[in-house]
């Protein structure tokens, strides 16, 4: 039996850093922000009990600077460091790191980060679980001959996946035989230069599918599922609106999916909050695993609206060494939540990054809203990270009225001086395809398209 938790250091920045605060100060948890110069003046630091500079802007000389992290932590002797997700979030060494100074690591053990942050190795562990994979490959490809072999197997099109890669890179469509040697080549080229790491894999290139992610939390015996997120509202393989429960699944589905996402945490010994990502074949109504992200995901508040459950406090729990305190019969999921992912991006030219001054801004209020952002009047968003400067979660007893309450609340939202995405999510979310829930995850890309052909025409 662990000690709950008297200090955490947070190494992100933003609006995760912010939640992790909020979730620290209810807990009665001292918190430290790890923070680089340009994010001096932000609410998260202004928030934080302490804050320490660990480097200026540039990433991997600060946030991805895991030498300055660890040092920060022991500087101001903190239990633990939550990670948040991107930078060290799922780095296998930083983990590893941690553990060799003596400080807790707020997610799996290093090991574990390790197996399932290699796809290859995700995909044979969750072979041996049972859980059901993209029909491809069994290990990763070495050379044309052998790419050759498992294409007579499979059949084209094909997807090349970095062994390394995730959030969307890595990947490549082989449309037939004629393109594959030169396809093949030239994404293990990538993946030495973007991962460090040449090994690919291949799968069948499933064309109308939707992607459903099981939200998970163990503490290292018992391991819980929290229902499902569909995030099939993507643009060029980044999500921009999630929603829970799926449109989609029935109640044999969702248990199915479920239960392979509990065995495959069980066949490696996981620990702490993750996902188990899946491809939903909309053509046979199959699921198939894709990859575990062992972090907690940008879109955890999209589970926390509609089954109640800090996700954030869980962690801190788990992290202090402390038991579950809940079973899978306590997890109940009421009504709908659909997030909306707002970034500092200009939809009208070519989704450009849009860095500035803030000038008003007023969040959206009301009956099942929320709002998870950093930003404030006068806050000037650097060009350094991520555009995203926040998400609106709306809650509603039934997913029209989660689909009217996010209409209502995107009206509502102010952000002056700069250009977001909130428009295009009106656009979606207003759309026959959304409210229907009968979509795949070329529907977005389908919708700028018509967008633009409309505009063309009108002009």
């Known amino acids: 039996m662990g000690e709950p938790l008297r200090s955490v250091l947070i190494a992100n920045r933003g609006e995760i850093a ?36 660990i480097g200026p802007a540039p ?31 799922e780095n296998a060494d930083f983990a590893a790191l941690c553990e060799a100074e003596g400080v807790g690591f707020i997610g799996p053990s290093a090991d574990v980060i390790r197996r399932m942050g290699d796809k290859i190795e995700a995909k044979k562990i969750a072979r041996r679980a049972g859980v ?14 052998e790419a050759l072999a498992v294409a007579g197997e499979v059949g084209y099109p094909l997807l090349i996946k970095a062994a390394a890669g995730g959030g969307g890179r890595g990947m490549r469509v082989v449309p037939s035989a004629a393109t594959l040697e030169k396809d093949l080549a030239e994404i293990m080229s990538e993946a030495e230069v973007a991962f460090g790491d040449p090994s690919v894999y291949i799968e069948r290139y499933l064309t109308d599918i939707r992607h459903i992610e099981i939200q998970v939390i163990s503490d290292g015996s018992t391991v819980l599922h929290l229902g499902e997120r569909d995030c099939t509202a993507q643009r060029r393989n980044q999500k921009l609106i999630e929603e829970s429960p799926s449109p ?22 996981y620990r702490n909050a993750g996902t188990v990502e899946f491809v939903f074949d909309n053509v046979s109504r199959t699921p198939y695993f894709i990859e575990m992200n062992t972090r907690i995901q940008v879109e955890h508040p999209v589970t926390e609206m509609v089954t109640g459950i800090d996700l954030i406090k869980l962690q801190l729990q788990i992290a202090g060494g402390l038991p579950l305190d809940l079973t899978q019969d306590d997890i109940v999921v009421r009504g709908h939540a659909i997030e909306c992912r707002i970034n500092a991006e200009d939809p009208g030219n070519g989704f450009a990054p849009n860095p500035g001054r803030i000038g008003a801004f007023r969040a959206p209020g009301g009956p099942g809203v929320r709002m998870d952002s950093h930003i404030e009047a006068g806050y000037v968003i650097p060009p350094y990270y991520d555009s995203m400067i926040g998400k609106l979660i709306c809650w509603g007893q039934d997913r029209d009225e989660a689909i009217a309450r996010t209409l209502r609340a995107l009206g509502e939202l102010v952000v002056d001086g700069i250009v977001t995405t909130a428009s295009l999510h009106e656009k979606i979310a207003d759309s026959p395809e959304f ?3 009968r979509f795949n995850t070329a529907f977005v890309a389908d919708l700028l398209s018509r967008t633009e052909s409309t505009d063309r025409a009108s002009g």
Do not use: W
């Open 435 to 437: 409210r229907s829930g």
């Open 59 to 89: 990433v991997n000389a600060s946030y991805r600077n895991a030498r300055a992290v660890v040092s920060a932590a022991l500087a101001f002797t903190v239990d633990a460091i939550h990670p948040g997700y991107g930078f060290l979030s």
């Open 248 to 269: 989609v699944l029935d109640a044999d589905l969702r248990r199915s999916m479920a239960a392979a996402a509990v065995a495959l945490c069980q066949e490696v010994g």
């Open 18 to 53: 912010l939640r992790v605060i909020r979730a620290c100060k209810e807990l009665g948890i001292r918190s430290v922000l790890a923070y680089s110069e340009a994010d001096a003046g932000s609410l998260p630091v202004k928030l934080a009990d302490q804050a320490v500079c």
């Open 132 to 145: 059901p994979t993209v029909p491809g490959s069994v290990g990763a490809i070495a050379e044309y001959g």
